[in-house]
């Protein structure tokens, strides 16, 4: 045993070189979505040219504008409450789990719902520029703004909503983009990246707290565009 235990071996190891010729991708495929898996329509709710698209939900309640009114839709597709919306262009809509409140993006303003008595406080104001899309993770609401090169703003949920900085061009995107979307789940905030000079269209994954990226799905071949002129009016 002590003999085996002074022996020392030399071992000489050589990296495995593949040939890039030894590797052939005869096709790519692309996955299919099989629109005959989802359930059948349950319930319609028709919107009419004076209604703004945006639409949230909580665990309760579907968040959605039929003009002239903010409309709280119940689990039966039935309007549940609503209240009276004079504040003009709604952007986008979020959920607050951290407020308890349903967070309206207008052009310059930021309003927050409260489902229960359906009041609208003006929570932020702005003058230099206008807003487009929003998400919120339990501390920070993540904005876009509303212009080509668009950029990230975010601002604290609690006590107040206060800006706490803002990502400009062109960290995030370049002079002919927009972010026409984003949302935020599980420390990452997913963003749909709109360009208009190659009317392409692209998802990327990026880290809520420094913004790095983490992967990037370019749709630039699929036939995928706003009909819609974006930045909107």
């Given at each position: ?30 996955p299919e979505l099989d629109l ?15 209604d703004f698209y945006s639409i ?147 998802m990327e994954l990026r880290y ?26």
């Open positions: 045993m002590n003999n085996i235990e002074q022996t020392c071996f030399t071992i000489n190891t050589r990296p495995l070189i593949i040939d890039e010729t030894f590797i052939l991708i005869k096709k790519t495929t692309k005959s898996t989802l359930s059948p329509v349950y319930r319609t709710i028709h919107h009419s040219n004076g949230t939900c909580n665990v309760r309640y579907l968040l959605i504008h039929q003009h002239p009114n903010l409309c709280l839709v119940d689990g039966e597709m039935k309007i549940a409450k609503q209240t009276l919306w004079s504040y003009g262009a709604i952007h986008d809509m979020c959920w607050s789990s951290t407020l308890d409140r349903f967070i309206v993006l207008g052009k310059k303003n930021i309003f927050l719902i409260n489902e229960n008595t359906m009041s609208i406080d003006n929570a932020y104001a702005i003058q230099e520029q206008e807003w487009l899309s929003c998400t919120c993770s339990d501390t920070i609401l993540f904005t876009s703004t509303n212009e080509w090169g668009s950029s990230i703003t975010e601002f604290t949920l609690f006590p107040t909503i206060e800006m706490i900085k803002t990502s400009k061009y062109p960290l995030i995107c370049m002079k002919d983009e927009v972010i026409a979307d984003m949302a935020y789940n599980n420390g990452n905030l997913a963003l749909m990246v709109m360009n208009a000079s190659k009317k392409s269209l692209r809520a707290k420094t913004l790095d990226r983490i992967w990037i799905l370019d749709q630039s071949e699929v036939n995928v565009f706003y009909k819609q002129e974006l930045p909107i009016a």
